[in-house]
């Protein structure tokens, strides 16, 4: 298979930053993407990453290293609005081109 | 604003009934797709397409089937609902070049009695 792992769920406190990882099976990697989805809602794209290093958006910004097979999406100055899950996805062109979904961080930010 | 539509965004019906799930985009997007997702779960792709005429099947196995007649609009159906399809079911569409970006509807939420 093409497993997809990331924590299930995480807490932080409004105002920090928070960290979620992902990794990832390396064969016929094309892409990786977060995406964050609020409870009830359609997800939305966040970022994406397809060579090595760190692309910065704002308050969010999300890291690669293919040859580990790893990703992380680094939120800074939490929001209460934060609070989501955030899903880690990768491109494989060997499905076809089909993402493939891993089961989702659900961030809970505290006051 | 929206540029995915679905319709229903929910739907309650008694088992045995037919169902049709739209969807339509009007970014000219080539590819669709359906994705199933029950709550605080992953989702699994059941369905996508490329094109016109084209269907393919995803990796979850679904009894719905889809057509696309026209780019804009990648209906999915089902012949005869049961409680096991309960669930939400989420379109996308992207354009086959590039990033594979995709954009998601709303989703259409599925309750079988």
């Known amino acids: 298979g093409q497993n997809i792992d990331q924590p299930t769920e995480m807490t932080a406190t409004e105002g920090a930053i928070v960290q979620i990882n992902c990794t990832y099976q390396?064969?016929?990697?094309?892409?990786l993407f977060w995406y964050q989805q609020h409870a009830g809602e359609a997800p939305t794209f966040l970022s994406y990453?397809?060579?090595?290093g760190l692309e910065e958006k704002g308050r969010f910004s999300s890291f690669l290293s293919r040859s580990k097979g790893y990703s992380y999406l680094l939120l800074k100055e939490l929001q209460m609005k934060d609070s989501a899950s955030y899903l880690c996805?990768?491109?494989?062109?060997?499905?076809?081109?089909?993402?493939?979904f891993g089961g989702g961080t659900r961030l809970m930010v505290k006051p | 604003e929206a540029d995915i539509y679905q319709t229903p965004r929910y739907l309650v019906i008694g088992t045995g009934k037919k169902i049709t799930l739209e969807c339509s985009q009007t970014?000219?997007?080539?590819?669709m797709y359906w994705y199933q997702q029950d709550p605080g779960m992953e989702l699994h792709l059941i369905h996508y397409?490329?094109?016109?005429?084209?269907?393919e099947k995803g990796d979850l196995s679904s009894e719905s089937t889809v057509s696309r007649i026209r780019t804009e609009h990648f209906p999915l159906t089902l012949e005869s609902a049961r409680p096991s399809h309960t669930s939400q079911y989420l379109c996308?569409?992207?354009?086959?070049?590039?990033?594979?970006?995709?954009?998601f509807g709303a989703g259409s939420r599925l309750t079988v009695l």
């Open positions: 970014m000219g997007h080539d590819k």
């Open positions: 990453n397809v060579l090595d």
């Open positions: 397409s490329y094109g016109v005429n084209s269907t």
């Open positions: 390396t064969s016929g990697f094309n892409g």
């Open positions: 996308a569409s992207s354009f086959r070049a590039g990033a594979n970006v995709l954009t």
């Open positions: 996805a990768v491109n494989y062109n060997n499905a076809g081109n089909m993402l493939t």
